[in-house]
């Protein structure tokens, strides 16, 4: 069965300094990966996604990931971050293990300071 | 952007009452969802649907039900509320055609239930 653990669920961080949000995933198969992000109050939002080719993928607003198939990992970084990322951070895997259901991890509260 | 909307957005009921939330979508989407999410973030999925007349449990046990007579339509009901079911319910949708294709959320209703 596919699962997706989140080891940090809390990171501080002060604004415009770099940020890594680590998520490793367990499957046998190909699968596809995503992180969510989600402001309070307010339902999931789709940040960026893996899907095959190009190992490095990139959001709209300055989020990448890189999808590491060795170490079964899609860890989430940022070089600079703003106060106004300040939310909670899902990483979630999808396959044929989990008939292409989302899974999730616990999430990652970032939470960056002044 | 996304065209999924749940109602109520906050639902404050008391002990022993049938509440339905509402789930729709527009965007012709087969696939939907319910996840339970934890006052500690954790998502977990309750139910899920395939298309019409279509409906599955989720990883999490739940005692809630739900129905899907209409593509667009996705409601949830708890037939007696109690205080454990305090927390907050997303909805989700995704287009099954794709089996790569994220899942796209409504913004959650948050029950209490006293």
């Known amino acids: 069965a596919q699962s997706v653990t989140q080891l940090d669920s809390q990171v501080p961080v002060f604004e415009e300094a770099p940020v890594e949000l680590r998520c490793n995933y367990s499957?046998?198969?190909?699968?596809?990966l995503f992180w969510y992000v989600q402001y309070p109050n307010q339902g999931l939002q789709l940040l960026l996604k893996?899907?095959?080719?190009?190992?490095l993928v990139e959001s709209i607003n300055g989020f990448e990931a890189e999808f590491n198939k060795s170490q079964t990992s899609f860890h989430l970084r940022k070089p600079s971050v703003h106060i106004s990322d300040t939310a909670e951070y899902f990483c979630?895997?999808?396959?044929?293990?989990?008939?292409?259901?989302?899974?999730f991890g616990s999430g990652t509260r970032l939470l960056v300071r002044p | 952007e996304a065209d999924i909307y749940q109602t109520p957005r906050y639902l404050v009921i008391g002990t022993g009452k049938k509440i339905t939330l509402e789930c729709s979508q527009t965007?012709?989407?087969?696939?939907m969802y319910w996840y339970q999410q934890d006052p500690g973030m954790e998502l977990h999925l309750i139910h899920y649907?395939?298309?019409?007349?279509?409906?599955e449990k989720g990883d999490l046990s739940s005692e809630s039900t739900v129905s899907r007579i209409r593509t667009e339509h996705f409601p949830l009901t708890l037939e007696s509320a109690r205080p454990s079911h305090t927390s907050q319910y997303l909805c989700?949708?995704?287009?099954?055609?794709?089996?790569?294709?994220?899942?796209?959320f409504g913004q959650g209703t948050r029950l209490t239930v006293v």
């Open positions: 989700a949708s995704s287009d099954p055609r794709r089996v790569n294709t994220e899942a796209f």
């Open positions: 499957s046998s198969v190909s699968v596809y």
């Open positions: 893996y899907l095959s080719g190009s190992t």
């Open positions: 979630a895997v999808s396959g044929v293990d989990s008939s292409y259901k989302l899974i």
């Open positions: 965007m012709g989407h087969d696939k």
């Open positions: 649907s395939y298309g019409v007349n279509s409906t």
